[in-house]
């Protein structure tokens, strides 16, 4: 009995620490399965950390290359650009160069800052009518219309004049000619401010220069009326019938009806020449033809001091012309 009670508590204390050990190991798992799931978790939280910088790394890498590539799209849409703005200046370079060989004058267009220096430089008033006789140098003393009575024709600077009759709102300017000042021919229209007139009086002596066609055809473009004027005509007639001849002042009877009879074909011979060659000059410029206004200075001023003159050709014609333009043109400004 003694025995089987001995095996019986020695077999309760096996089971026991069979029991023990069993748990402990179980415990043993159990730890080594957490430990497990914890690195797995820990390796698993390090591959997404890992994987979200790679994105955000391949996300910049992309953005940087995406910025580069857009920055030399840009650089080379500038460049081209820059080339195709240099090809068009070039190209207009040798067009002006071409055109000037070619005796084309280029279009210079004022800005609206030299509009208005212009007109201030000559005093421009809304209410005043302004014309401005212009031309080559040399031409007269400049007086169509009384713009310049008393001026040499050596004018350096635009001299303002007001009208003989102060009941007239107009100003007259004597433009100093082209052969007075350092410009080109086609440029003497702007230079002189000549687009901010009402109408421009283009005076020639002995003839009709690359100067006037500039002017005519640039006041053409800005839409200013203009008057062709040839002036001296007395002179020009006596030179005529110098050449026919005539060399005497003599009083008597015959010298007197020879030279009435040499005065009236020379001064035939010049107005139809005059018109001819005016003609010829327009229609070579492909400007419209246009009347020119023949004058003698002493004439025309005799007329604008109110004096019976003896022999007039168009300087009647002309002061009537000028004033009805003026007065036609100031009807119409008044209605706008």
């Given at each position: ?54 994105r ?44 000037l ?88 229209f ?5 687009y ?42 006596r ?23 040499l ?21 070579d ?52």
């Amino acid at each position: 009995m003694v025995e089987a009670a001995m095996a019986a508590k020695r077999a309760e204390e096996l089971a026991q620490a069979a029991s023990k050990a069993s748990q402990e190991e179980a415990a043993m798992f159990a730890r080594e399965a957490e430990e497990e799931r914890e690195r797995s978790r820990k390796i698993q939280e390090d591959a997404e950390r890992a994987m979200a910088a790679a994105r955000e790394e391949a996300e910049r890498a992309q953005k940087v290359a995406d910025e580069q590539r857009a920055a030399a799209e840009a650089g080379k849409a500038q460049a081209e650009e820059i080339a195709r703005a240099a090809a068009e200046e070039a190209r207009k370079a040798n067009e002006a160069e071409r055109r000037l060989k070619e005796g084309i004058q280029p279009v210079v267009t004022p800005t609206l800052e030299e509009l208005a220096a212009a007109k201030k430089r000559i005093q421009y008033r809304e209410d005043r009518f302004h014309f401005a006789v212009a031309g080559i140098s040399g031409s007269g003393n400049r007086d169509a219309g009384a713009a310049a009575v008393g001026v040499t024709e050596t004018t350096l600077s635009t001299t303002r004049y007001a009208d003989a009759n102060s009941d007239n709102p107009y100003v007259w300017y004597d433009i100093p000619g082209a052969g007075t000042i350092k410009c080109r021919d086609w440029q003497y229209f702007n230079e002189q401010g000549l687009y901010v007139f009402d109408c421009i009086v283009v005076l020639f002596d002995n003839r009709f220069t690359m100067t006037d066609i500039a002017i005519l055809t640039n006041a053409r473009r800005f839409k200013i009326p203009t008057y062709i004027v040839r002036s001296k005509a007395d002179q020009h007639i006596r030179n005529i019938m110098m050449d026919m001849g005539y060399d005497s002042e003599g009083d008597d009877e015959e010298d007197i009806e020879r030279r009435n009879q040499l005065h009236k074909a020379a001064r035939k011979q010049f107005i139809e020449r005059t018109r001819k060659s005016v003609k010829s000059n327009l229609e070579d410029a492909n400007l419209p033809d246009q009347r020119v206004y023949i004058v003698s200075n002493a004439t025309l001023l005799n007329l604008v001091l109110n004096k019976v003159p003896k022999k007039t050709i168009d300087e009647v014609g002309l002061l009537n012309d000028l004033l009805n333009e003026a007065y036609t043109r100031r009807a119409r400004r008044t209605a706008q």
